[in-house]
T-cell receptor
Framework: QQQVKQSPQSLIVQKGGISIINCAYE??????FPWYQQFPGKGPALLIA?????SEKKEGRFTISFNKSAKQFSLHIMDSQPGDSATYFC???????????FGTGTRLLVSP | NAGVTQTPKFQVLKTGQSMTLQCAQD?????MYWYRQDPGMGLRLIYY???????DKGEVPNGYNVSRLNKREFSLRLESAAPSQTSVYFC???????????FGPGTRLTVT
C-alpha cells in the first residue's frame, strides 16, 4: 500500500514557468515532509522540507505548500530552469529514526 | 569529506549467486539505511540501523541481510540473488533528530 501518493509521474515545463508536483499522505502521524531531488546517476539529495506546524516554506525558487486538513503537500518551482530537470521525490516520516516513506517520483523536464 | 560511499558501482550476478554491497560514511552519523529504487516505485527501505549494534527490517527485507560492522560501515548481503532483486541500491546515513538523510551514489545491480 502506497502511503505517499505522488503526481504527476512526469512533467514538461517551459523555461521560466512554474512546476508543480503534488503529494498526498494517509498516515496522520507523519510529522516531517521533505522533498528530494535526484539527477541521473546520482543519489537523492534533500531539497527542502516542512513540518506540519506551518502551511508554507520557501527557499529561493522552491516552495512547499502544506495542507494538514487535506493531508496534501506540494512543491512549487518558480522560474523553472533547464538545470532543474531531475526526478523529484516527496517523502514523509513519523519517527525519530527518520524512516522515510517515499512517493513514486516525478520526472521534470524544463525545456529551454 | 567523502560523505557516503558505496562499492561496487555496478554488478552483474547470475541467479543464485551471493554478494555483499558495501557502504561507509564519514559524517559520524548514528543511523544508516539501505534502499532500493525501481522504476515507478520510488525508494523503498530494505533495512536500517538506528545505531551501532542494532538493525531493523524496513518495508522490503525479504532476500536480504545486513551487518552494521561499526559506526561507519553498513553492508547489505544478498545470499541467493534473484532476478527480482535487479535494482539500484542506495545507502544513506543520518542523525537522530536531524531528519535529513544523506545518500550515496548507488550500486546498479543486475541479476540474470
Amino acid at each position: 500500500q502506497q502511503q505517499v501518493k505522488q503526481s504527476p509521474q512526469s512533467l514538461i515545463v517551459q523555461k521560466g514557468g512554474i512546476s508543480i508536483i503534488n503529494c498526498a499522505y494517509e498516515n496522520t502521524a507523519f510529522d516531517y515532509f521533505p522533498w528530494y531531488q535526484q539527477f541521473p546517476g546520482k543519489g537523492p539529495a534533500l531539497l527542502i522540507a516542512i513540518r506540519p506546524d506551518v502551511s508554507e516554506k520557501k527557499e529561493g525558487r522552491f516552495t512547499i505548500s502544506f495542507n494538514k486538513s487535506a493531508k496534501q503537500f506540494s512543491l512549487h518551482i518558480m522560474d523553472s530552469q533547464p538545470g532543474d530537470s531531475a526526478t523529484y521525490f516527496c517523502a514523509a516520516s513519523d519517527t525519530g529514526f527518520q524512516k522515510l516513506v517515499f512517493g513514486t517520483g516525478t520526472r521534470l523536464l524544463v525545456s529551454p | 569529506n567523502a560523505g557516503v560511499t558505496q562499492t561496487p558501482k555496478f554488478q552483474v550476478l547470475k541467479t543464485g549467486q551471493s554478494m555483499t554491497l558495501q557502504c561507509a560514511q564519514d559524517m559520524n552519523h548514528n543511523s544508516m539505511y539501505w534502499y532500493r529504487q525501481d522504476p515507478g516505485m520510488g525508494l523503498r527501505l530494505i533495512y536500517y540501523s538506528a545505531s551501532e549494534g542494532t538493525t531493523d527490517k524496513g518495508e522490503v527485507p525479504n532476500g536480504y541481510n545486513v551487518s552494521r560492522l561499526n559506526k561507519r560501515e553498513f553492508s547489505l548481503r544478498l545470499e541467493s540473488a534473484a532476478p527480482s532483486q535487479t535494482s539500484v541500491y542506495f545507502c544513506a546515513s543520518g542523525e537522530y533528530g536531524d531528519y535529513e538523510q544523506y545518500f550515496g551514489p548507488g550500486t546498479r545491480l543486475t541479476v540474470t
